[in-house]
């Protein structure tokens, strides 16, 4: 040490003093001058069953974290759609940590994948040992280019909800049900003209051709596909057309065992109370709807597997889905990626979220939960949890494609024409009507073939 500097620091020099009497006046100016509380971690969930799910777990994370304050909001879905989006293209803030539905999350993955603004969690989950653990077809949709952008929130395997109470008045024995034409064989009886004017008034599918959802859900469980791994447009694509047109045959003609109750609406839900639809394709989280808004079908209704389209096929699809995502703006990533994974992987949290809405865990440690066991009353005690278990390994794959809602649509949009078309020449044979599915299939391909070929970072070779 320098001579000069130990005479400073010398016990008792004039050195030591000016040294104590900076150190006082630092500390005196800490002190006069406030400094701004750290900002509360920015939580966004559009669905208020899911508030008041996590309320409890949160005000226990902040009360062992009072470095990493977590403030939750519930926002409307569009808004958050519109907020997210329009935060992402102009770099104006958006929340650390958000729910995110899968209609919203393909919009944000349009551009390169350096500049999509969730953070990119592939990584994390490989290094810490996650991946193993999630249900592996749940990461489809939050997975855009081989980059995982998303934590799933569900699985939402589908099942067949029926009228169980029609079905054993009728001394029916759904367990001759395997496959689509099983279920409308065995069904047949209770397909009826109730009021005698000579017209069916009772159907046997809650299904129509505009509705662009269940054409989904069924065009995946039967190996279909409008986009394929790449993400690249492929309505054409050997074997969709087979499947529009026996579709088709569901909806008009000789073969007609469909019609449409929109679940969304009290009409809709009082068709379904009121018998005039048996069968209704529901994910986990339309049971819990179910439970929650029509408590007028409580032991009236059971649920099986989804009829598949062939003997040993899959016997469930999928329908919607939420991630938790992480932006890539926020200040504290690494507090936002512990509670991500304090919220998601809880046992509590899966075991509430089932108890209040149905929906099961897609994290394959949580399945051994007890509660999926409990036997249900609305559904004839069924242990409904554990027969959405036994079938979330099957769901198939969906695609993170951001013109995944456009092309549903479109999807639906061709249904609709070949049902139009089987009407006005009076076709209800599935075999003479593929040709025509295949021209609409066809003029699909080339409108979206040349619509994603306008966004140079999809249409580029993966």
């Not at 000069?4 to 150190?23: D, E, H, K, N, Q």
């Amino acid at each position: 040490m320098p001579a000069r500097l130990r005479r400073l620091l010398t016990f008792g020099s004039p050195g030591v003093a000016l040294i104590a009497l900076l150190a006082a006046a630092a500390a005196l100016i800490l002190w006069l001058v406030p400094v701004a509380p750290r900002e509360p971690t920015q939580f966004w969930i559009f669905a208020k069953q899911h508030q008041a799910v996590y309320r409890d777990l949160l005000v226990r994370w902040n009360r062992a974290h009072p470095g990493g304050h977590v403030e939750m909001s519930l926002v409307n879905g569009a808004v958050l759609d519109q907020r997210l989006l329009s935060g992402f293209l102009t770099g104006t803030p958006v929340a650390d940590v958000m729910e995110v539905e899968r209609s919203i999350a393909g919009r944000a993955f349009t551009g390169p994948i350096a500049d999509v603004g969730f953070v990119d969690l592939t990584e994390r989950l490989q290094a810490e040992g996650l991946l193993d653990g999630i249900n592996r077809p749940s990461l489809s949709p939050w997975t855009s280019r081989g980059h995982i952008f998303g934590i799933p929130h569900d699985v939402h395997p589908v099942m067949l909800m029926y009228r169980a109470d029609l079905v054993e008045a009728a001394g029916i024995d759904v367990r001759q049900i395997e496959t689509w034409d099983d279920y409308f064989r065995v069904m047949a009886p209770l397909r009826q003209d109730l009021d005698g004017d000579g017209r069916v008034d009772r159907d046997l599918l809650n299904y129509s051709a505009a509705d662009p959802y269940g054409t989904e859900v069924l065009l995946l469980q039967a190996g279909g596909a409008i986009f394929d791994a790449a993400e690249r447009p492929c309505f054409d694509r050997p074997g969709n057309a087979a499947i529009l047109a026996r579709l088709a045959t569901w909806l008009t003609g000789s073969h007609r065992v469909s019609r449409f109750a929109d679940i969304n609406t009290a009409s809709g839900q009082q068709l379904i109370v009121d018998g005039l639809v048996v069968g209704v394709m529901a994910p986990d989280w339309l049971a819990g709807t179910f439970k929650q808004q029509i408590p007028g079908l409580a032991g009236k209704v059971r649920l099986m597997p989804l009829p598949a389209w062939q003997r040993g096929g899959r016997r469930t699809s999928v329908f919607g889905g939420t991630m938790l995502a992480l932006a890539k703006t926020s200040r504290t990533p690494e507090v936002n990626w512990e509670f991500a994974k304090a919220i998601y992987l809880s046992r509590e949290m899966a075991t509430a979220l089932y108890r209040s809405t149905c929906i099961i865990s897609p994290f394959k440690a949580n399945w051994s939960d007890p509660a999926y066991d409990e036997p249900d009353p609305y559904f004839r005690g069924q242990p409904v949890g554990r027969l959405y278990v036994g079938l979330a390994p099957h769901v198939p794959e969906r695609t993170s494609s951001p013109f995944n809602m456009l092309a549903t649509r479109r999807l639906a949009n061709c249904l609709t024409a070949l049902v139009a078309y089987a009407e006005d020449r009076r076709v209800d044979e599935p075999a003479a009507l593929e040709a025509e599915a295949q021209r609409q299939l066809a003029a699909a391909q080339r409108e979206f073939t040349a619509l994603i070929a306008r966004n140079v970072f999809l249409s580029a070779p993966p």
